[in-house]
């Protein structure tokens, strides 16, 4: 069973945790990491472009010119899309981008991500994250002393004074451990958990 260091905000160890080996010592799986970002990011996509084609496009309906005699090719309409100001051939519309994964597919590529972490030494585990007031110095501070400046930080409740405190940081950020995913995990070079949201990703995963 993986064991981990705790720390405390001043970066001294005040404990050990033994992690779930099934979430934090899985089989690390690239392809599934691939796969769920992908996943991740194509749900995110709105989907809202659109192009005009030549029955859409503002303009005329006249005939370009005369059928016969002008020496220039056959044209019914300036809305075709070789004309400048035409209409889009096969042009983009709206479309709806997301689709799901397997659920076990999801899991598994979460455990990865969470246990590639741990493999890397990339894994930081605190007693607790609490703060009284928002102060993004002071975050910014704890965070460098745990060497986690860029990192995703992760507990089990609501912090709000944290939350606060970490949104100003533009190399880090906070997430409750349901919120918890694959495309975040790998997107920041440190994984802060506190105890609460190690056992909280244990619950939800083992």
């Known amino acids: 069973m993986p064991k981990m260091n705790i720390l ?3 970066a001294q160890v ?3 945790l033994d992690l779930d080996d099934e979430v934090f010592g899985a089989e690390v799986k690239p392809h599934l990491h691939w796969e769920m970002v992908r996943n991740q990011l194509a749900n995110r996509r709105q989907g809202t472009h659109s192009t005009k084609t030549r029955s859409t496009v503002h303009g005329t309906t006249r005939k370009t010119y005369k059928q016969k005699g002008s020496g220039n090719a056959r ?4 809305k075709a899309p070789i004309f400048v100001h035409g209409g889009i051939a096969h042009g983009p519309h709206p479309r709806d981008y997301s ?3 397997p659920r076990q597919a999801r899991r598994a590529a979460l455990c990865s991500a969470l246990s590639l972490r741990f493999a890397n030494g990339e894994l930081i585990v605190v007693d607790a994250m609490a703060m009284a007031l928002p102060k993004t ?3 910014a501070a704890t965070l460098a002393r ?3 400046s860029n990192a995703l930080i992760v507990t089990r409740n609501e912090e709000g004074a944290l939350h606060k405190s970490i949104r100003n940081l533009p190399s880090a950020k ?3 451990a349901e919120g918890v995913n694959v495309y975040d995990v790998l997107k920041y ?4 958990l506190t105890v609460d949201g190690v056992k909280a990703l244990e619950e939800r995963l083992a």
């Open 75 to 78: 044209h019914g309409s300036r």
């Open 137 to 139: 110095k002071e975050a």
């Open 14 to 16: 005040v404990g050990e």
């Open 99 to 101: 689709y799901t994964m």
């Open 189 to 192: 070079d440190r994984l802060v």
């Open 8 to 10: 405390n905000t001043q």
């Open 174 to 176: 906070y997430i409750r």
């Open 146 to 148: 745990l060497g986690a």
